[in-house]
């Protein structure tokens, strides 16, 4: 696939995720839109409903859809497997852990800001771990196994916290922040958000020609100067960055980092490095419009944009093991 393709690609999945955007700030409560700014006798109001309600939504999907599929399609080249997923290596269930451990202990009423830094800090716990468990010079097979165990590990702590908790309430309160949203969230969640996520999409900078030679096998890769512990590590904190800041503040949303880049993955010509920047495009546009579609349900009570998400992406997820089978027999 040459340039132009890729470039026209990439123009029409920004020009998408920027449509959304304006979709996602003229929804919501209150029949408000951007034209009552200068049509409005009151512009104060409008523009107060707009930048500290309306706009921390929009952005936080915008922000954790890129950084899911992002990290999706990173995952998916590093270990050379489609079902793979942000997820994979404990990020999204050690933030968890570490989130669901500050709301069991009343933390996040003293302190608003121990919420995201305790699934900041989870996250990165969980990334140790896995290191750990695998060791330096792990195999793909060892990490991915690492993986998996540090993930039931912290999901069976999470079952724990939830069956000593001290209340209903608690429960409730517990579950409906693992079932992922990005309502009621303000510009101080997005704050928080933005430094880690930032920081871990520069480190993704410079891995796509790494990710493209990988394609080759570990040992054609290292023949050509790839330092595959080097690039494991430097893949695996940026995930752990963009995921344990995204799942510390919208909470759990589950299969954007995998059905992201399979969509997209036919388009860039299945090279992975050209996948990194498009499935970021693409799973902002995905969010963006799961929680467009959240809002534009009936009254009642808001569904939770995890389950959504959720709800979409299982029927894929059995749709590619079905595939796969078919392809190996």
């Not at 939504?57 to 079902?83: F, V, Y």
């Not at 928080?192 to 990988?214: E, H, K, Q």
């Not at 970021?280 to 959240?294: E, N």
Request: charged share 10%; proline share 5%; aromatic share 6%.
């Amino acid at each position: 696939m040459d340039s132009t393709p890729r470039s026209r690609l990439l123009y029409w999945l920004a020009l998408i995720v920027s449509v959304l955007m304006l979709v996602s700030l003229n929804l919501g409560m209150g029949q408000v839109s951007m034209i009552d700014l200068f049509t409005a006798g009151d512009a104060a109001a409008v523009w107060l409903i707009l930048v500290e309600i309306r706009l921390p939504r929009t952005m936080i999907a915008a922000i954790t859809g890129a950084s899911l599929g992002l990290c999706g399609a990173a995952m998916q080249g590093l270990l050379r497997n489609p079902l793979a997923s942000p997820g994979l290596i404990g990020s999204s269930s050690g933030a968890a852990l570490g989130a669901v451990i500050v709301l069991y202990l009343g933390l996040s009423q003293h302190n608003w800001l121990l919420l995201p830094f305790g699934g900041m800090l989870g996250a990165l716990v969980a990334l140790i771990l896995v290191y750990l468990l695998a060791g330096r010079d792990a195999s793909i097979v060892t990490i991915v196994l690492a993986g998996v165990a540090i993930n039931a590990l912290a999901i069976s702590c999470v079952s724990l916290i939830l069956n000593f908790a001290p209340s209903p309430y608690a429960v409730q309160e517990i579950v409906l922040w693992t079932l992922g949203s990005v309502s009621n969230l303000s510009m101080n969640d997005l704050w928080i958000l933005l430094p880690p996520t930032l920081l871990g999409w520069l480190l993704f900078i410079g891995t796509g020609r790494s990710l493209d030679l990988l394609t080759l096998g570990e040992d054609t890769a290292q023949s050509m100067g790839i330092d595959l512990v080097f690039l494991r590590t430097k893949l695996f904190v940026a995930v752990a960055l963009c995921v344990g800041a995204a799942v510390s503040i919208t909470g759990a949303i589950g299969f954007i980092g995998l059905v992201v880049p399979h969509l997209l993955r036919p388009l860039v010509g299945y090279q992975p490095g050209r996948l990194l920047i498009a499935s970021a495009f693409g799973g902002a546009s995905m969010l963006l419009g799961a929680d467009i579609v959240v809002r534009l349900m009936p009254p009642g009570p808001e569904i939770k944009i995890g389950v959504l998400t959720a709800i979409v992406g299982a029927p894929f997820f059995l749709f590619l093991i079905l595939k796969t089978r078919r392809w190996q027999i």
